[in-house]
């Protein structure tokens, strides 16, 4: 692992594109080194390589597989350092602005401009030093059923985060995704009682995501929603697979998925221009996607695995690895039934996952 990573910092010295990733229940971590520092773009979803797009879709970069070196290492399973969490200082009137914007989503929900939209806040933590190397590993570490990532570009940044949520798994014409919505802090039971807010929450989700499928599958099959434990948070899940019809390709499911209700809303045109215009800030890659676009090297054959680009983070370099300015993102799905306080504490709960993974 060790020259792994002296490889991750060769690149990073050199200012040259990479990208970590290790999938859900993986012992991998694949490396993806580009040759070069030209910023590609996805325009068809017939390229080849390492996808990174923003939340409003008008930016979908690549690293191709044929312009990088891909290395793989196994992981090495070790205690994670969270000895130095960062515990970070809020602010009373983050907290206000916080719920402000969430009780104005409730008085939309109620005049029903739409039925949910997902509200959203950044969070500024400033550090004396940053070890990529180190949170990579804590990440891999505590969210092992995660998408653990760390994106590199110079012309994009670097972003790193641990996501439970899947966009799309696709083979051909068979296809995978997944509902993600209900959230609660884990206290150490396995005995999870979801609220009638949660249930009804999920159930949106799932009817949306199959709906908006209709038209494109052949055939499509639901589970019953089960409990997914991510680090210290609860989700609802609910799987969702089937076949796709004749002359349907991957782009045009992405575009009927993204961006999910369980990151933006229902209905979703709604709902976003709601987010885009109340937020006060530009989510850029949050909940936005990424993952393998047509890959075959990490699979017996072609295959993409797309993840919603949640529980990350955004680390701004000053001078090195010294004076750091991370940006951490968290969101909460608003219905008639939400309460501004008790949405705060939701993301303040979701704020943790990154923050264990920093020391300062």
């Not at 390229?47 to 312009?67: C, M, Q, T, W, Y």
């Not at 891909?70 to 399973?77: M, W």
């Not at 159930?203 to 995501?209: A, E, L, N, S």
């Not at 797309?306 to 993102?329: A, D, H, P, Q």
């Amino acid at each position: 692992m060790n020259d792994f990573f002296e490889r991750v910092q060769q690149q990073q010295e050199k200012n040259l594109p990479y990208v970590l990733y290790c999938k859900p229940n993986s012992d991998t971590i694949i490396g993806m080194f580009q040759q070069n520092d030209t910023l590609f773009n996805v325009t068809d979803f017939t390229e080849k390589g390492f996808v990174f797009a923003s939340f409003d879709g008008n930016r979908i970069h690549l690293i191709p597989e044929n312009e990088s070196e891909i290395i793989g290492a196994v992981r090495e399973k070790t205690a994670a350092d969270v000895a130095g969490s960062i515990q970070g200082i809020l602010d009373e009137s983050d907290k206000n602005d916080f719920e402000s914007i969430v009780a104005k989503g409730i008085r939309a929900i109620n005049k029903q401009e739409f039925k949910k939209v997902v509200l959203s806040r950044k969070e500024i933590i400033k550090l004396e030093k940053f070890d990529l190397t180190a949170v990579f590993e804590n990440l891999v570490q505590l969210y092992p059923t995660t998408f653990v990532y760390c994106f590199f570009h110079p012309q994009v940044g670097l972003w790193m985060g641990a996501t439970p949520e899947q966009l799309v798994k696709a083979n051909v014409n068979v296809f995978e995704t997944m509902a993600l919505a209900g959230t609660q802090k884990d206290y150490g039971s396995d005995e999870i009682v979801w609220e009638k807010k949660e249930r009804e929450e999920q159930q949106y989700v799932t009817d949306y995501i199959v709906d908006q499928l209709q038209e494109a599958v052949l055939e499509v099959s639901v589970t019953e929603p089960y409990n997914l434990k991510a680090g210290s948070i609860w989700h609802l899940k609910t799987d969702i697979w089937g076949v796709l019809n004749t002359g349907y390709n991957l782009k045009q499911v992405v575009n009927l998925l993204h961006p999910t209700p369980a990151v933006c809303g229902l209905p979703k045109e709604a709902s976003k221009a709601f987010i885009l215009e109340n937020e006060n800030y530009d989510r850029t890659f949050y909940t936005g996607f990424l993952g393998e676009l047509n890959t075959s090297f990490a699979v017996d054959s072609v295959s993409s695995n797309l993840f919603v680009n949640l529980r990350c983070m955004e680390i701004e370099m000053y001078s090195g690895t010294k004076n750091v300015k991370v940006n951490l993102f968290m969101g909460c799905g608003i219905t008639k039934d939400s309460i501004p306080e008790k949405e705060w504490e939701e993301s303040v709960n979701k704020s943790m996952t990154m923050k264990r993974v920093l020391n300062g």
